[in-house]
């Protein structure tokens, strides 16, 4: 089971919080894409009737380019707003795995592949019984976890799952 979010307040039985919560999963979830809807709204309050006001301005402006710009619009704000959000070393953190990220679900649009999928695939591969230990297996899996990245894959055009990425943040200059 998982472990429950205690809050340690001493009015909590005021207010209904003293009452088991969800547990530590349960609460990531709902803080992290649960309430996405919500969050949705919330920038739609903040910036859609001034970003429809600037876009309409543009006399002359194609429909394919509007629905570009209130695209490109939004998610600049948001990029923004979670830039300016991020003390600066988490902010840097934050960047660097988002490109990453980007990085990744590009490949796998390009390639037609789920670099994910595939690489919890091959570490199934990896049996304990193989190994003399659980020690050694551990420590074989942990390499093998890590090495993955750099071995040529097929559905990759041969390419390692690393340089594929990095071809990918170089194209849109995401890299270092």
Same mark, same amino acid.
């Given at each position: 089971?998982?472990?429950?979010?205690?809050?340690?307040?001493?009015?909590?039985?005021?207010?209904?919080?003293?009452?088991?919560?969800?547990?530590?999963?349960?609460?990531?979830?709902?803080?992290?894409?649960?309430?996405?809807?919500?969050?949705?709204?919330?920038?739609? #309050?903040? *910036?859609?009737?001034?970003?429809? !006001?600037?876009?309409?301005?543009?006399?002359?402006?194609?429909?394919?380019? !509007?629905?570009?710009? @209130?695209?490109?619009?939004?998610?600049?704000?948001?990029? #923004?707003? @979670?830039? #300016?959000?991020?003390?600066?070393?988490?902010?840097?953190?934050?960047?660097?795995?988002? #490109?990453?990220?980007?990085?990744?679900?590009?490949?796998?649009?390009?390639?037609?592949?789920?670099? @994910?999928?595939?690489?919890?695939?091959?570490?199934?591969?990896?049996?304990?019984?193989?190994?003399?230990?659980?020690?050694?297996?551990?420590?074989?899996?942990?390499?093998?976890?890590?090495? *993955?990245?750099? @071995?040529?894959?097929?559905?990759?055009?041969?390419?390692?799952?690393?340089?594929?990425?990095?071809?990918?943040?170089?194209?849109?200059?995401?890299?270092?």
């Amino acid at each position: 089971m998982a472990e429950r979010i205690i809050l340690d307040d001493k009015n909590a039985d005021l207010f209904g919080l003293n009452e088991e919560g969800p547990s530590e999963e349960e609460y990531l979830h709902l803080q992290l894409y649960e309430k996405n809807p919500r969050r949705v709204s919330a920038m739609a #309050d903040l *910036w859609y009737e001034a970003m429809i !006001k600037e876009i309409d301005s543009i006399e002359g402006l194609p429909e394919d380019a !509007k629905r570009k710009m @209130i695209f490109s619009m939004t998610a600049n704000g948001v990029l #923004d707003m @979670i830039s #300016d959000s991020a003390p600066e070393e988490l902010g840097l953190e934050i960047s660097f795995c988002f #490109d990453s990220y980007l990085g990744l679900m590009l490949t796998n649009k390009k390639f037609k592949v789920d670099i @994910i999928k595939e690489h919890r695939k091959a570490l199934l591969g990896v049996k304990e019984e193989d190994f003399p230990s659980k020690e050694m297996y551990e420590m074989e899996l942990e390499a093998f976890e890590e090495g *993955w990245w750099d @071995i040529p894959q097929p559905l990759l055009g041969k390419r390692t799952p690393n340089d594929a990425i990095k071809e990918m943040l170089n194209k849109y200059g995401l890299t270092e």
